[in-house]
């Protein structure tokens, strides 16, 4: 659904840890390296997402749901809970 961009949060990083940045308040400089700036937002995440906005609701089709994987499963019920 998501990854993050990790050559961007290295970057970030690096440059606060070159001004000094991120030493006075380093739970404020972690919580900014996972803000949703440097979130990369895969097709069905943007899918998802785009129900929240005024755009048409998306349709998520599942093939072979009989015979789901253990990694899709959680995916597909929290989708399917959060959308009724």
Same mark, same amino acid.
């Given at each position: 659904m998501y990854e993050w961009d990790y050559a961007r949060q290295l970057l970030h990083l690096r440059a606060a840890e070159m001004t000094g940045a991120g030493t006075d308040r380093p739970a404020?400089? !972690?919580?900014? &390296?996972?803000? !949703?700036?440097? &979130?990369?937002?895969?097709?069905? &995440?943007?899918?998802?997402?785009?129900a929240a906005d005024d755009g048409p609701v998306p349709i998520l089709l599942i093939d072979e749901i009989d015979r789901p994987t253990t990694n899709s499963r959680p995916i597909f019920w929290r989708s399917s809970?959060?959308?009724r």
């Open positions: 404020e400089l !972690e919580h900014s &390296l996972y803000s !949703e700036e440097y &979130l990369v937002r895969r097709p069905l &995440l943007r899918a998802i997402a785009g809970r959060t959308s």
